[in-house]
């Protein structure tokens, strides 16, 4: 369970999360995009860093983000030089330096918002504890994956459009983002969750705690990740006239765009926040 202070730095990080994405919305930021979502990926990793070590301890949370950057960037690699499991692509220099063909930010974006789903997928399944067994092996994984993959599809086709953070080369039918991207990005990261299930079932290092009682513990990373979607709600509401062209040359209405993604995060990623907040909010148990 967080102590004062740091429940105090985890509100403000959720706080500055929110006002990123609504500043990040606004048509006079675009050309800062890039910077912004480093800030963003910034706040996220720093989050669950301090939560997750609190919760799950240093060694077992090392032990989730090695498991993330590391699968996320051999996928993503793998999808650069071959087209799978995602499509074809390649990433630009807005998000800064890379290992390889991937820029450095993205493995902790992964890692961020891994924690982040991984939480509420216990909350989701009435798992108010931080223990895994051999029942939920595959009924986490799966229900964090989804919730994963929620997060890109409310950001991939600005990001890779308008934005230009990535280019799809083939373009594709998600306003230029193609149908593969979200079975791989599912696969990816349904990966990561089922590793890191084997890895607690196997070593049993994480037991329960008083601290998984307290309603604060669940309320805040599910906060965190609702406001993730204030940004697409933002940028709908702000969005311009115009258009944009993907690399297969097909033309996207640049306002449809932005009210798309708007809707798809209020039907996904907000019904997910308000289901695990009700959740939390009526289990007796929790104080």
Known sequence: MPNKNSELILWILVIFSAALSIVGAMPSMLSFAGHLGILGTLARLIFALIHGSQRLGWRNLGVMFLIACVVSWCYESLSIATGFPFGHYVYTSELGPKLGQVPLMIMPAYFGVCYLSWVIAHVLLDKFDRV????????????????MVMWDMSIDPLSSTVKHEWIWQDGGSYFGVPFSNFLGWFLCVFTIFEMWAIYLIRTKSISNSPADQNKSNWYLPITFY??????????????????????????????????????????????????????????????
Not at 136 to 143: E, R, T
Not at 236 to 245: C, E, H
């Open 132 to 147: 895994i067994d051999s029942r939920l092996i595959f009924a986490i994984p799966v229900i964090a994956s989804f919730v």
């Open 226 to 287: 609702g406001v993730i979607f204030l940004g697409s709600i933002a940028t709908a509401i702000m969005a311009t006239d115009g258009s944009v062209t993907d690399a297969a040359s097909q033309v996207w209405s640049v306002k449809a765009l932005n009210q798309t993604l708007g809707l798809v995060s209020i039907f996904s990623m907000l019904f997910v926040t308000c289901l695990a907040f009700f959740k939390v909010k009526n289990n007796d148990r929790l104080q």
